[in-house]
């Protein structure tokens, strides 16, 4: 594709830009871009960062290229693009996808975040209030409404899972606002 200021070289800066409402896109050589006051760096992609690290991936995963019988994607061509075809890729990559995770944050399961001062919310725990009783953490009640609701599902009694659910919403919004 050629450059739309010049016409002779080859449009490597790809300029999107929001007037009054309306979108312009331009397709821009270097030296027209650099001219127009764009700045042009190679900028940081996800997928140059996936496929850089997918080459952590051991030897037999190099040899053999698995592909996504749902969609028909290689795990090459996912390193390529940073992006799977289809839900089911998640379970055709499994393997190399663990290995990667691995390699990117040196763990492949979520720990949890960490509220103030490094304590985390599965560690907060109840506290006493001033008459001397228990009072039972937000996390609690919701870890408690959450079972109350699936047995509720699990007998079939809809009405009162109904209720039960925006409870449940009602606690997840006060642990936001908290949080």
Do not use: W
């Not at 393997?95 to 990667?100: N, R, V």
């Amino acid at each position: 594709m050629l450059c739309d200021i010049c016409n002779k070289k080859e449009a490597t800066v790809h300029y999107t830009e929001i007037v009054h409402n309306q979108m312009v896109k331009m397709d821009l050589c270097e030296e027209c871009a650099k001219a127009k006051g764009i700045g042009v760096q190679s900028p940081f992609s996800i997928s140059d960062l996936l496929s850089g690290l997918a080459e952590v991936v051991s030897e037999d995963h190099k040899s053999h290229d698995p592909v996504c019988e749902c969609c028909g994607l290689s795990f090459s061509s996912f390193r390529k693009r940073g992006r799977f075809g289809c839900s089911e890729c998640y379970e055709t990559f499994k393997e190399p996808l663990e290995s990667l995770l691995k390699s990117i944050h040196k763990n492949t399961q979520h720990k949890g975040k960490k509220l103030g001062g490094g304590v985390s919310v599965k560690q907060k725990k109840s506290k006493e209030s001033p008459n001397g009783q228990d009072v039972v953490s937000l996390e609690d009640k919701l870890a408690e409404a959450r079972e109350r609701l699936r047995k509720l599902v699990d007998s079939e009694e809809y009405e009162k899972a109904a209720v039960l659910r925006d409870e449940i919403r009602d606690i997840e919004t006060q642990i936001k606002n908290n949080g």
